[in-house]
């Protein structure tokens, strides 16, 4: 175009090494599960055998956006697996600790308490029971 200088080649470069980063940032901040699951569950959803959570002990179905532990007189508790410092979904569980992987926010499994920020918030609690062996999560379970 007349009277328009062209762009010089460091500003080329340098637009196309920031775009996949920065498309990759929104992509993993935004908080969707690529069509997956829904953040939470919106009806009670079978999770897994009953036996397979041990007394001190949690599980993370990452299909679902739960993790459910068990205390050691036996009950259960859940949580969604949501990370309420940016809508990420939490994918990693190491004993009884969380770890979002988007910004290194860390929840205690038993509690959903934040453990290290920069979430600020707990996580949502859902209702959990056993029914017939098997583990049931998520609204009115």
Do not use: Q, W
């Not at 062209?6 to 901040?29: D, E, H, I, W, Y």
């Not at 079978?46 to 599980?59: R, V």
């Amino acid at each position: 175009m007349p009277g328009r200088p062209s762009p010089s080649r460091r500003t080329v470069l340098r637009g196309v090494a920031t775009a996949p980063v920065a498309g990759f940032a929104l992509t993993a901040c935004s908080g969707g599960t690529g069509g997956a699951a829904p953040a939470t569950p919106t009806a009670p959803v079978e999770l897994g055998a009953e036996s397979e959570i041990a007394k001190g002990g949690a599980k993370l179905y990452r299909d679902h956006n739960v993790v459910v532990s068990r205390a050691e007189d036996g009950s259960l508790k859940a949580f969604s697996t949501i990370c309420t410092h940016a809508g990420c979904p939490i994918n990693k569980l190491e004993g009884t600790t969380l770890t979002c992987p988007c910004h290194g926010s860390e929840f205690d499994a038993v509690t959903g308490e934040v453990l290290h920020a920069p979430a600020t918030v707990p996580l949502n609690e859902l209702s959990v029971e056993a029914k017939g062996g098997k583990i049931v999560a998520g609204p009115d379970a």
